[in-house]
């Protein structure tokens, strides 16, 4: 059984007018990930998104090497515009997979299939063995329900941390 150590990135350092794939790590936050160390297996193989925020907090918790995947990037929020109050908007793309919930957002499908594609080959080259992924909210609840056969964890995804970490089997 490989055990899939989902990671969600630290704190990002928001700056409005610049679209969040593109946001850095927060400096300040960067004890918060450093404390996460101890709950990462020292032996695992790494993948990370290649947003910037994911690859930071992949580089402060293992020394190793990680792998940037393309696919494991965050569901495709283009829109730089301010949005108040941002979990209902992310519940009607749950609500509503297969619609936009946002101008300038893809489709929550779009983002499962492409996350999906993308970790399943990573599974499938390192059945059995530990595997940290290092991403996002939103795509490793996507990637945690199809792993695990159950809908979307809405009440997990509203509580996760920045950063946090989410384990399955697979």
């Not at 450093?34 to 790494?46: E, K, S």
């Amino acid at each position: 059984m490989t055990r899939l150590h989902l990671v969600r990135h630290g704190r990002p350092l928001p700056i409005q007018g610049v679209p969040a794939h593109a946001w850095d790590l927060d400096p300040a936050g960067f004890d918060e990930v450093w404390a996460l160390r101890g709950r990462l297996p020292t032996d695992a193989t790494w993948y990370s998104s290649p947003e910037p925020k994911a690859v930071a907090t992949a580089q402060l918790l293992t020394e190793g090497e990680v792998g940037i995947v393309e696919g494991l990037r965050e569901h495709v929020r283009d829109s730089t515009e301010w949005i108040e109050d941002f979990p209902t908007v992310v519940r009607r793309a749950f609500a509503e997979p297969d619609l936009t919930a946002h101008p300038g957002w893809e489709p929550l499908s779009a983002c499962r299939d492409r996350v999906l594609r993308s970790a399943g080959g990573i599974l499938e080259a390192h059945a059995g063995e530990d595997v940290v992924m290092v991403g996002h909210g939103t795509a490793w609840t996507l990637l945690a329900a199809e792993v695990t056969g159950q809908s979307p964890d809405l009440d997990r995804w509203s509580t996760l941390k920045m950063p946090d970490v989410i384990v399955v089997d697979a």
